[in-house]
């Protein structure tokens, strides 16, 4: 949503173009951290929470990010990054959940390993929380 392409769009449009996907027939809407610094997934928690909740049947997916500074992909990070996804969002779980661009990771080892970002998106789903 905002500034990552190269042009803003002022939260009030966000919301707005929130509310329609909301009251329309779409049901399914993708979102990251690294969207707009934090701000796609803060923009959408808020219309989240403005109409009480998802749209019956909606499903929302959000990535498991890196730092953005380091590359650092390891477990700690990857659930660092979710719970600041859930945080945002307002929710306490996501529908589907994937790895946010692996490949630029500090390594992909750190990434597959055991206690590496994969066995972390693997414990948040057998947790139910995606």
């Not at 329609?20 to 979102?31: C, E, M, N, R, Y």
């Not at 009480?52 to 499903?59: H, N, R, V």
């Not at 998106?121 to 947790?127: A, D, S, T």
Request: charged content about 30%; proline content about 4%.
């Amino acid at each position: 949503m905002p500034d990552t392409y190269g042009y803003g769009v002022s939260e009030a449009q966000a919301l707005a173009t929130l509310r329609a996907i909301f009251a329309s027939p779409v049901g399914f809407l993708d979102t990251s951290r690294n969207y707009g610094f934090g701000r796609s997934e803060e923009r959408i928690g808020k219309a989240i929470r403005e109409r009480g909740g998802l749209p019956e049947g909606f499903m929302l997916s959000t990535k498991l990010d890196r730092d953005m500074e380091t590359g650092k992909f390891d477990a700690a990070r990857a659930r660092r990054s979710f719970e600041q996804s859930l945080e945002a969002l307002g929710l306490d779980r996501v529908h589907l959940l994937h790895l946010h661009d692996p490949e630029y990771g500090a390594s992909l080892d750190e990434i597959t390993h055991p206690g590496g970002a994969l066995s972390e998106l693997f414990k948040i789903k057998e947790e139910g929380l995606a």
